[in-house]
C-alpha cells in the first residue's frame, strides 16, 4: 500500500510538497514556498506529518516551489536525509543563501519564526546527499518492510533537475517533478528512453490548461520573438524581458547571443543583473557535466553590461538594448518591476513576456496591458501604457499533448496529477482516462490523503 499526502501544492503551482509512504518510508517529495505567500502562509502544511514516519526528502530541482521551505523542514525534522543531483546541490546553496535576507525582511515581526542563517544554509547544503543522473541510491527507511532504491532521470526543465524513480520490491513509482520533453536554447528534453514502465505516476500538469496549437513550439516562438526585438531595436527602443533568475535567465541569453552570432537578431547591449549571473556560473562549471546543445559556449563569455550599476534609466534611451530583469512576474519591488514601472511609459520601447505569469502577479497584469491603456500597478496612481507589450511561449515545462503521450508510454496502473491548477488537472485527466482507460486517477488536493493499491 501506498500512501500519498498533499501538504503543500496539490491543485496549484505553490509550496510544492509532497508526503509518500512506502512499505513503512516516508519519503517528502520536494519541499517548496509558495512564490506569492509571505511569512508561515509560504510554508508547506508540516503539521500534517506528525503522525507520519518521515526518513527522506528528494529534491527534484532547485526552483524556491521546490525547495524555498527546506531549512524550516530540517529545523522541525533534523533527522531527514535530503537527496538531490549534485547540479541542484550547487544551486540549492546559491538560492538559499539569497533567499536568507528576503525572508528576514519579509517575516519581520511575525511571532513565533525561527530565522535561518548563512551558517546553517552552509550545514544544510553540506549535508545533502548527491547522486548523478542513472546512479541507484538507497532508500530505506527506520521501518521500513522491504527494500527501497532511488534513482534520477533528467527533467528537461532546468540545470539539475530530475524526475525520481523509486523502486520498492516489484513496484515502481516515478515522480516527475517539473518536466520538459522537448529541449530548449540550453537544456535538452527530459531523458525518457531509458525509464521503462512505472505502476504509479506522480505528473505535473501546469500547462494542461492551454492549447498546444495557440503556444507554439520553442522553434517558431524564438522566430518570432527575434523578428519582434529586431523592430524594437531598429527605431531605438530598448526591450525589456522579465525572466527567472534560475533557467529562464540562461536560456533567453542563450538564445539572444545565438541569435546575434548567426546574423539574425541586430546586435545590440544585453543587460543582466542579480543573482542570475551568479546561476549563469553554475550553468558554465557544468556544462561538460551534463547534456546539454551547446556546452562548448560559457554564459560568462557573452558580453552583459550589469543592470545593477545603472541607476539613470534614461541611459537605456542612449543604449538601447535587451534587458534581462529579474523576476519573471514581475513582483513589487523586484528590478523588472522597477524597469516596467520606466519602461511602460516609454514610446518606441517594448515589454515581452516570456514565461509564466500567475493571474495575481503584476506580471500578468503588464503582459495583459495595451498600448494607452491606464495601468495601475500600486495604489491609485496609473501609468499610461506608451510602449509595445508581447507575450511569447518558452516554456520550461512539457506541453498537455506531449503529457499525455509520455504518461501512455509508462503505462501506469495509477497517475497522481499534481502542481497544475483545477482546469489544468481536468484536462490531462479527462484525456489520460481516454487514452488509457482503466488507469486509476487521482488529482492531488492539499491535506487529503491518497491511498494507492491495497
Ligand atoms: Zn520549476
Keep these: ?90 544551486l540549492v546553496s546559491v538560492t538559499l543563501h539569497n533567499a536568507v535576507n528576503i525572508l528576514k525582511k519579509e517575516t519581520a515581526g511575525e511571532d513565533g519564526i525561527s530565522f535561518y542563517t548563512h551558517e546553517e544554509i552552509d550545514l544544510l547544503v553540506r549535508s545533502i546527499r548527491d547522486y548523478d543522473y542513472h546512479e541507484e541510491f538507497e532508500l530505506n527507511g527506520l521501518n521500513s518492510s522491504c527494500e527501497l532504491k532511488g534513482c534520477f532521470y533528467g527533467a528537461g526543465h532546468i540545470l539539475g533537475s530530475a524526475m525520481v524513480m523509486i523502486k520498492a520490491d516489484d513496484k515502481k513509482i516515478l515522480y516527475t517533478g517539473d518536466v520538459n520533453l522537448s529541449g530548449q536554447s540550453i537544456q535538452t528534453g527530459a531523458d525518457i528512453d531509458s525509464l521503462g514502465k512505472a505502476d504509479l505516476l506522480i505528473m505535473e500538469s501546469t500547462y494542461g490548461d492551454s492549447d498546444t496549437k495557440l503556444t507554439g513550439s520553442w522553434e ?38 545565438e541569435a546575434v552570432r548567426s546574423g539574425k537578431l541586430t546586435d545590440a547591449e544585453i543587460y543582466t543583473g542579480g543573482i542570475g549571473r551568479e546561476i549563469s556560473n553554475i550553468y558554465d562549471r557544468f556544462r561538460y557535466a551534463v547534456k546539454r546543445k551547446n556546452p562548448d559556449t560559457e554564459l560568462k563569455e557573452i558580453p552583459q553590461s550589469n543592470l545593477n550599476d545603472i541607476n539613470d534609466y534614461n541611459h537605456f534611451k542612449k543604449n538601447p538594448g535587451y534587458l534581462l530583469a529579474s523576476s519573471g512576474m514581475m513582483l513589487e519591488g523586484t528590478t ?12 518606441n520601447f517594448a ?75 481536468n484536462w490531462i485527466g479527462y484525456h489520460l482516462l481516454e487514452s488509457q482507460p482503466g488507469v486509476k486517477l487521482f488529482s492531488a488536493e492539499l491535506g487529503k490523503e491518497i491511498i494507492v493499491g491495497d
Excluded at 518521515?54 to 537527496?83: C, E, M, N, R, T
Design 1 to 90: 500500500m501506498i500512501k500519498f499526502l498533499p501538504i503543500g501544492g496539490g491543485k496549484e503551482i505553490g509550496a510544492n510538497s509532497y508526503y509518500l509512504q512506502i512499505a513503512g518510508t516516508g519519503i517528502l517529495l520536494d519541499c517548496g514556498i509558495h512564490p506569492r505567500k509571505k511569512g508561515l502562509d509560504s510554508l508547506p502544511l508540516f503539521d500534517l506529518l506528525e503522525n507520519y514516519p518521515l526518513d527522506f526528502v528528494i529534491i527534484s530541482h532547485a526552483h524556491q516551489d521546490h525547495i524555498g521551505a527546506l531549512p524550516f523542514l530540517i529545523k522541525k525534522f533534523p533527522h531527514v536525509i535530503i537527496y538531490t543531483t549534485p547540479y541542484t546541490k550547487e
Design 220 to 257: 517558431s516562438e524564438r522566430v518570432r520573438f527575434i523578428n519582434d526585438l529586431n523592430k524594437i531595436i531598429s527605431q531605438g527602443g530598448s526591450v525589456l524581458i522579465p525572466v527567472f533568475a534560475l533557467g529562464k535567465m540562461q536560456e533567453m541569453l542563450m538564445l539572444i547571443y
Design 336 to 347: 523588472s518591476f522597477q524597469l516596467a514601472e520606466f519602461l511602460l511609459r516609454q514610446k
Design 351 to 425: 515589454v515581452f513576456g516570456v514565461g509564466y505569469m500567475d493571474p495575481s502577479t503584476p506580471g500578468y497584469k503588464i503582459i495583459n496591458a495595451k498600448k494607452n491603456d491606464a495601468l495601475k500597478l500600486t495604489g491609485d496612481r496609473a501609468i499610461k501604457v506608451e510602449c509595445e507589450i508581447k507575450r511569447y511561449y518558452f516554456s520550461a515545462h512539457a506541453n498537455r499533448d506531449s503529457l499525455i503521450n509520455f504518461a501512455k508510454r509508462l503505462k501506469p496502473g495509477a497517475v497522481i496529477l499534481v502542481h497544475g491548477e483545477e482546469s489544468a488537472q
